[in-house]
């Protein structure tokens, strides 16, 4: 049986923990796409955790875990996780198993990245992803397989930084890069996940076919997704569920639930349409509540009211059979909550979220306004324990999206979560 979860809006949505919730009843967990752009923040008694790379439930020692080929794999970021969690008592050797067909992030993606962002403004983190898989599909790129015989990673590196001195020079006027260094580089780096690296794919079939509880975990949202958000604003994979068929080559049919994860509202890190987005009080004020900054670069989040516009084709465009609302705990002290259930352009309302900038930029959000609660939910351990105006929001949620809400977090650590 597999398990997917995406993100269900752009991203930040508390993925980290509705993975790790669910890691208990699973025996691997595999992230399929995205790169070290990605911080899926944990709390486990009091202490904060925060994972780019390696899938949320590496905190369960009976759990394997699996970096897919759909990942672009970053060695300074993957060596310092490892050895967070090392030092941390977590055991990560034996556990932990890397696609030899994942590429690898090299040094002048990082710098292609910084330079493009500076003429574009995407808003992206500058972590070479966007560069990395442009290199993928343009055929050059360095996958972990290529890091096992020398003379090859020597003639694609040499053919690659021919190209991207050319680049870095004449269109960015930045220094040129030293083919041996990162030869060395890379070498040492192939000695250090030599024992990691393994055919995921065959693992992770023979798992399947074995009956074993695979949870497939992707990174950002999907209004994040480089096909169906809203681009150009968007990153460079498929963060959807469709990525994890692609991102680990596992089969389609083998997937027998989607989880959508969505905060109780909505939040947005760098630039592009958000149509809901608070620029005043509010949204200061949900911001310093929800603690809204970027996991990866620190960045504030662009902070809005829950958008079931979105919402609802997220659900459409994943297949999601369920979700999972995070943070419903931040809204506790509003004495009023607006819901966006519709948008109106010119005068007449739309019938399908607009992925075009242009117009979602234009959009009006029709909201509707429920009353608050605002009472603490430390103490609630199931639905019924929810305030009822807690509970109508839900509904609202379910009536909109067609998606049941099954799991409510009502604060950071694990045991703060109500299962439906």
């Known amino acids: 049986m597999v398990t997917v979860i995406v993100g269900a809006q752009w991203g930040d949505e508390g993925k980290g923990k509705i993975v790790d919730v669910l890691s208990e009843e699973s025996d691997i967990v595999a992230r399929y796409q995205g790169g070290a752009n990605a911080g899926h923040t944990l709390v486990c008694n009091g202490k904060t955790i925060v994972l780019h790379l390696i899938p949320s439930g590496i905190l369960h020692e009976h759990v394997q875990c699996v970096i897919g080929n759909g990942v672009v794999l970053d060695p300074v970021a993957l060596q310092q996780e490892i ?18 067909k994942a590429h690898v992030i090299m040094p002048y993606h990082k710098l292609l990245d910084h330079a493009r962002e500076q003429q574009q403004g995407i808003g992206t983190t500058g972590r070479g992803i966007g560069p990395a898989y ?25 053919a690659n930084i021919s190209e991207k001195n050319a680049i870095l020079e004449k269109l960015y006027h930045a220094e040129r890069l030293d083919v041996e260094a990162i030869v060395a580089e890379y070498l040492e780096f192939d000695r250090f996940i030599d024992d990691f690296v393994t055919d995921t794919t065959m693992l992770l079939a023979n798992a399947i076919s074995q009956g074993k509880r695979v949870l497939a975990e992707g990174a950002q949202g999907s209004l994040l997704d480089v096909d169906h958000g ?20 596992i089969s389609p049919r083998a997937i027998e639930r989607i989880v959508g994860v969505a905060k109780a509202y909505s939040t947005r890190v760098g630039n592009g349409p ?21 996991a990866t670069t620190g960045r504030p989040r662009r902070c809005g009211w829950l958008d079931l516009v979105a919402l609802q084709y997220s659900v459409l465009v994943n297949g999601i059979t369920e979700l999972a609302l995070t943070k419903l705990d931040v809204l506790s002290t509003f004495s009023t909550i607006p819901v966006c259930i519709g948008y109106r352009l010119g005068g007449k309302r739309l019938k399908t979220f607009p992925v075009d900038v242009p117009t979602l930029e ?15 939910l430390d103490d609630v351990t199931t639905f019924d324990e929810l305030p009822p105006q807690a509970q109508q929001l ?7 999206c067609g998606a049941a809400v099954t799991l409510i977090s009502t604060g950071a650590e694990r045991h703060q979560l109500v299962r439906r």
């Not at 809203?230 to 080559?249: D, I, K, M, Q, R």
Request: glycine content about 12%; charged content about 25%.
């Open 83 to 100: 050895a967070m969690l090392e030092h941390m008592g977590v055991s990560v050797r034996g556990r932990l198993f890397i696609s030899h």
């Open 134 to 158: 442009i290199d993928k599909y343009s055929r050059v790129g360095i996958r972990v397989v290529d890091l096992l015989d020398r003379h090859v990673l020597e003639e694609k590196l040499r």
């Open 230 to 249: 809203t681009y150009p604003f968007v990153t460079s994979s498929n963060p959807t569920s469709g990525g994890a068929c692609t991102g680990l080559g």
């Open 274 to 294: 958000f149509p809901t987005e608070l620029h005043g009080t509010a949204g200061e004020q949900l911001r310093a509540l929800g603690a809204e900054y970027g």
């Open 362 to 376: 234009a959009v009006e959000p029709e909201y509707i306004e429920l009353d608050g609660w605002q009472r603490p």
């Open 394 to 400: 839900i509904a609202l949620i379910e009536q909109h």
